[in-house]
């Protein structure tokens, strides 16, 4: 891990990518519009980046569109997809650290939590999914002796996916590199809030080899870029990854449009279970404290509601404030801090909210509370923690998306599962006990798709990821991923 002083360094060296990459090259958005691209650390302004729209829009999927019909990608021999994409990966992990910076620079997310978590998991997804290219075998079906029935799975054509924020590099490798392995053409719009290391991975992907016209990326909004792509009769299939309000308004635009299958994965709310028999209570708060205050809470996965037995309430609440002394708001590019600012000040101003919204309702503070902002110095907010909550209280109820904790009580095992599957999310959920038939038993009524038992947020790339109900439908990671970016096809044969 390189020092704060070679951090600073190495970002006065950076070149930042900030036009649009269509075609194996970067050019900016067509009307010339672009939006500021703001470092939410120090408000500093990193980049002004090309802002697409419906004629970039349509530019990039015509150009898609006739990529993949060359079948330069499409129709390349398995084995040699899978040494492109291997060699993407290997350029990336040769930049792994200017990747970090740029991400760490965007959004604000710790560089150690980049160097260590985001960018290794990353260039996992890539070589794996690279790894299933020629390993996807068809099928013959149990006919009669008259006929033969062949099963096969095809490229689907042009695919848009729209990725979040929070882990810039990271969901966009969750959805590109299955998409890319399954011979697909893709069109990226990144976030407008952090859309700078999609830009350079892109570059990094011609330099390895893939065809001109089959990885672009256009940075922009949603109401332009993202609705344009959503609506495009060219578009075959839309992947998502953000709020429930988006992932719904893009259900409707493929409905109004040429029917695509849209895959989505959106918001969370997700629940803690404490037990009484989880035997070590510290182990148990150092997880929900990392639950939801990992990556300042802009996670979609965070544990924002955390439910402990009666009998140990007051033990639990001190081991957790204990335990969330560590995360404390500091300057992103120390290997030492723990918590970077939120993303920008419109979510500074959400969360806030929220916090007030907590106070205003009865729920009683116990850490943390309404940050002092100034403006020029970050969107810093402190890790808080409410107790006495309830499920009639607003930040129960929605997302925040930030390092906020609603703390309630149970009496029981039923009552527990009742409480947290009393929401309209079901990404994830964890639950800590000792106890293996409870572990098994919990796990099962819980309404997630998602279960970490003793634990939370472990997983790799051979699990699948994503939820049930408004936290969306389909899986990133595993083979599940690339089963929704291929066509199954019945091929029937008279003998």
Known sequence: MKSYQEWQALKNTLTLPNQAYINGQFCPAISGATFDCINPADESLLAQVASCDQADVDTAVKQAKTTFASGIWSTMAPGKRKQILQKWADLIAQHSDELALIDTLDMGK????????????SIDCLRWSAECIDKLYGEIAPTNSDNLALISREPLGVVAIITPWNYPLMMVMWKIAPALAAGNSVIL????????????????????????????????????????????????????????????????????????RVWLEAGGKSPCLVFADCKDIKAAAEGAARAIFTNQGEVCIACSRLYVESSIQQEFLAALLAASKQFVPGDPLDPATTMGPLVDK????????????????????????????????????????????????????????????????????????????????????????????????????LEAGMVWVNTWGDGDTTVPFGGVKASGNGRDKSWHALEKYTELKNTWIRL
């Open 189 to 260: 719009k990144p976030s407008e809030k952090s859309p700078l290391s999609a830009l350079r991975i892109a570059e990094l992907a011609t330099q390895a080899g893939l065809p001109d016209g089959v990885f672009n990326v256009l940075p922009g909004f949603g109401h332009t870029t993202g609705k344009a792509l959503a609506l495009h009769h060219d578009v075959g299939t839309l992947a998502f990854t953000g709020s429930s309000r988006v992932a719904g308004l893009l259900m409707q635009y493929a409905g109004q449009s040429n029917m695509k």
């Open 110 to 121: 710790s560089i150690s939590e980049m160097v260590s978590i985001d960018v290794p998991d």
């Open 346 to 445: 419109a979510q500074l101003d959400r969360v806030s909210n929220f916090i007030e919204s907590a106070l205003q309702q009865g729920a009683k503070l116990e850490m943390g509370g309404l940050p002092e902002y100034h403006q020029g110095q970050g969107f810093y907010v402190q890790p808080t923690i409410f107790s006495n909550a309830n499920h009639q209280m607003t930040f129960v109820q929605e997302e925040i998306f930030g390092p906020v904790l609603a703390m309630m009580t149970f009496d029981s095992e039923e009552e527990a599962i009742n409480l947290a599957n009393d929401s309209k999310y079901g990404l994830g959920a964890a639950l800590w006990t000792q106890d293996l038939s409870r572990a098994h038993r919990v796990s099962r009524k």
